[in-house]
């Protein structure tokens, strides 16, 4: 397995600011990505979930992937959602984000239909062979009902057709076997902030997670400080944000995400459809979390 290049920290996936309309506002996406940046964040990742790519059109996720490399002006790396069932769009999107200026795809995987094990292989090859930035997989099973087992993560590695993993995966075992197995060769990112402490812990190189567009600072923070070998200081701030974890979780679409930063001051629209109200207590526990943290007053 070559040596690759290896991005590390925190890579908030940066949410998509809509208007009223359901069109993608361009100027408040940028410089609310600008501010993640200023918070300390490590790079960006744009059409992901949390960015709401599934529910975007072929357009929309190719402007977005252009407002993502404008907003960030090479001051972090950035990091394409180009995920889709397709083989076909899956490479059209990668191409594009390649010759926008991108510095990796990030590509879910394809789910309906599922392909089996050497169809999927086939299906990151393709996507490899049609661009020169690095291709990431972004493995979920408990959104796309399966996940790619560390096996096949070092197959595609060895073979040089990707470079990493967020790897977002409920039992921590599955994300330490893959960087047991890649032994430090590929970049791998935590999927879930409540398991970041331990997976840096046991190797990995970081994390991709949504709280960081809430209290991107405060992520930061746990890595520098693991970083520093300040392992104590790092747990307790890991455990402080718990509470806001577990809110968060209690939804799964961007609502939620989205009226938690509005609390802040940041002016990010609604979610686009289907999604649905936040309930007010939701909220209130949320606001007296964001006072914890002093983040509200």
């Given at each position: 397995?070559?040596?690759?290049?290896?991005?590390?920290?925190?890579?908030?996936?940066?949410?998509?600011?809509?208007?009223?309309?359901?069109?993608?506002?361009?100027?408040?996406?940028?410089?609310?990505?600008?501010?993640?940046i200023?918070?300390?964040?490590?790079?960006?990742?744009?059409?992901?979930?949390?960015?709401?790519?599934?529910?975007?059109?072929?357009?929309?996720?190719?402007?977005?992937?252009?407002?993502?490399v404008?907003?960030?002006?090479?001051?972090?790396?950035?990091?394409?959602?180009?995920?889709?069932?397709?083989?076909?769009?899956?490479?059209?999107?990668?191409?594009?984000?390649?010759?926008?200026?991108?510095?990796?795809?990030?590509?879910?995987?394809?789910?309906?239909?599922?392909?089996?094990?050497?169809?999927?292989?086939?299906?990151?090859?393709?996507?490899?062979?049609?661009?020169?930035?690095?291709?990431?997989?972004?493995?979920?099973?408990?959104?796309?009902?399966?996940?790619?087992?560390?096996?096949?993560?070092?197959?595609?590695?060895?073979?040089?057709?990707?470079?990493?993993?967020?790897?977002?995966?409920?039992?921590?075992?599955?994300?330490?076997?893959?960087?047991?197995?890649?032994k430090?060769?590929?970049?791998?990112?935590?999927?879930?902030?409540?398991?970041?402490?331990?997976?840096?812990?046991l190797?990995?190189?970081?994390?991709?997670?949504?709280?960081?567009?809430?209290?991107?600072?405060?992520?930061?923070?746990?890595?520098?400080?693991?970083?520093?070998?300040?392992?104590?200081?790092?747990?307790?701030?890991?455990?402080?944000?718990?509470?806001?974890?577990?809110?968060?979780?209690?939804?799964?679409d961007?609502?939620?995400?989205?009226?938690?930063?509005?609390?802040?001051?940041?002016?990010?629209g609604?979610?686009?459809?289907?999604?649905?109200?936040?309930?007010?207590?939701?909220?209130?526990?949320?606001?007296?979390e964001?006072?914890?943290?002093?983040?509200?007053?």
């Amino acid at each position: 397995m070559k040596e690759v290049r290896k991005f590390h920290g925190i890579i908030p996936p940066a949410i998509t600011i809509f208007d009223s309309k359901g069109e993608i506002d361009g100027e408040k996406t940028k410089k609310f990505i600008r501010y993640l940046i200023a918070e300390g964040v490590h790079g960006i990742f744009v059409a992901g979930s949390t960015g709401e790519a599934s529910l975007m059109t072929m357009e929309q996720r190719k402007e977005i992937i252009d407002i993502g490399v404008k907003a960030a002006e090479g001051k972090v790396p950035v990091f394409a959602g180009t995920g889709h069932n397709s083989t076909r769009i899956t490479v059209e999107l990668s191409k594009y984000a390649d010759a926008a200026g991108a510095d990796a795809i990030i590509a879910s995987l394809p789910h309906y239909p599922r392909p089996l094990g050497e169809g999927l292989y086939q299906h990151y090859k393709a996507v490899a062979e049609a661009i020169n930035i690095p291709v990431f997989v972004y493995s979920w099973p408990g959104q796309y009902g399966y996940s790619m087992e560390p096996e096949m993560v070092v197959r595609l590695a060895e073979d040089g057709y990707i470079k990493g993993i967020k790897d977002t995966h409920e039992d921590i075992d599955h994300t330490a076997e893959i960087i047991r197995l890649t032994k430090g060769k590929i970049t791998v990112l935590e999927g879930y902030e409540s398991k970041l402490l331990p997976a840096l812990c046991l190797g990995a190189d970081g994390s991709i997670c949504t709280i960081g567009n809430l209290i991107p600072a405060e992520i930061v923070e746990i890595y520098n400080l693991f970083k520093s070998g300040k392992i104590e200081q790092a747990s307790e701030q890991q455990l402080a944000i718990f509470p806001l974890i577990n809110l968060l979780a209690t939804r799964h679409d961007s609502q939620l995400l989205k009226e938690s930063i509005k609390l802040l001051g940041h002016d990010v629209g609604n979610a686009l459809m289907p999604t649905s109200k936040v309930p007010p207590d939701i909220m209130e526990k949320v606001k007296e979390e964001l006072k914890k943290l002093g983040r509200l007053r």
